[in-house]
């Protein structure tokens, strides 16, 4: 709140919103395009932030590359430092959900769950290192307790969900691994691994998954590794998942009242489009020289959408 006044007392002329994100989300992506926001990049790292090296980890392929993963890991421990690792699922509990089954419609086994990750690694690759939990199961004292610990530096290795992907600052933290990288979505992803390089020293993401090179999953998984630029990937995520209805609640997928009109392929017809309706607005604002476009609006926008848009 105290950065958002802040920005805002820079401009001679304030918004009215502003709308702050690190990693943009699909519908966001839209919204600047269609009109509703101005958009202002900040592409610089922050102060005092180091570079991610990404890499994908194909685990199913190369079994080896998986050994070299948990080999860099404690390398970087070695040096004094510390390190994520991060599964897409909590795990087995007295207050679990019912457990999936052996494998999905299409195959493949459970995602990899924290309670039983954390201790094959410390039976295994990182016996010896001192290993901390972290999930959205725990209590909060518990928690707290837990993330205190790793900040002062009395864990090495905290293996969590994606409860540390956001507003876990832990500068000494160089190493993240993510497990089933696949099960993530781009921006997850993106959000994940901005968790090291918070300190002086570089940060590695190691992006773990046994999709098969060339299937959707790989190729999206290659595309996180091979930028760090979060505008570059929203659109990636944007051409997956689609923006959702931007005159509605639904923020992804292809439910959508636009039916001809492709955000990606027709981005600079929809900013002309903006400009001769900034145009015509401005000359005629209650469209009464316009009967015909003001009842296409209507017909539109019902009352729900325009609920949701005043709300907005």
């Not at 390089?197 to 590695?204: D, I, K, M, S, T």
Request: glycine share 8%.
């Amino acid at each position: 709140m105290e950065q958002r006044d802040a920005l805002r007392a820079k401009a001679d002329q304030p918004p009215h919103v502003l709308v702050m994100t690190a990693t943009p989300i699909p519908r966001t992506v839209a919204m600047t395009v269609y009109g509703d926001l101005e958009v202002s990049t900040l592409s610089q790292l922050p102060r005092g932030r180091s570079p991610i090296a990404s890499h994908v980890v194909p685990a199913a392929e190369k079994p080896a590359y998986l050994d070299r993963a948990w080999r860099r890991l404690r390398e970087e421990v070695g040096a004094g430092h510390q390190a994520y690792v991060v599964c897409p699922r909590i795990g087995a509990g007295p207050a679990a959900d019912e457990e999936p089954p052996p494998v999905d419609d299409n195959g493949r086994r459970p995602p990899l769950a924290v309670t039983e990750v954390a201790p094959l690694l410390a039976e295994g690759p990182l016996h010896g290192l001192r290993i901390g939990v972290l999930h959205g199961r725990l209590p909060a004292d518990e928690k707290d307790t837990v993330m205190r610990s790793f900040a002062a530096g009395d864990l090495d290795v905290l293996v969590a969900t994606t409860v540390v992907e956001v507003g876990v600052d832990v500068p000494n933290a160089t190493v993240m691994i993510v497990l089933d990288a696949d099960r993530f979505g781009v921006s997850q992803l993106h959000q994940l691994r901005g968790r090291v390089g918070r300190g002086a020293a570089a940060g590695l993401c190691l992006l773990v998954s046994e999709a098969a090179e060339g299937s959707s999953a790989r190729e999206r998984l290659d595309a996180v590794a091979s930028t760090s630029d979060g505008f570059t990937l929203a659109e990636l995520d944007l051409e997956q998942r689609r923006e959702g209805d931007v005159l509605g609640a639904t923020q992804s997928g292809h439910r959508s009242h636009l039916r001809l009109l492709s955000l990606l392929k027709d981005a600079d017809l929809i900013r002309d489009a903006r400009a001769e309706a900034i145009t015509l607005i401005e000359d005629d604002p209650e469209l009464t020289r316009n009967p015909a476009l003001a009842a296409s609006i209507a017909a539109l926008v019902d009352e729900d959408r325009a609920e949701y848009l005043e709300k907005g």
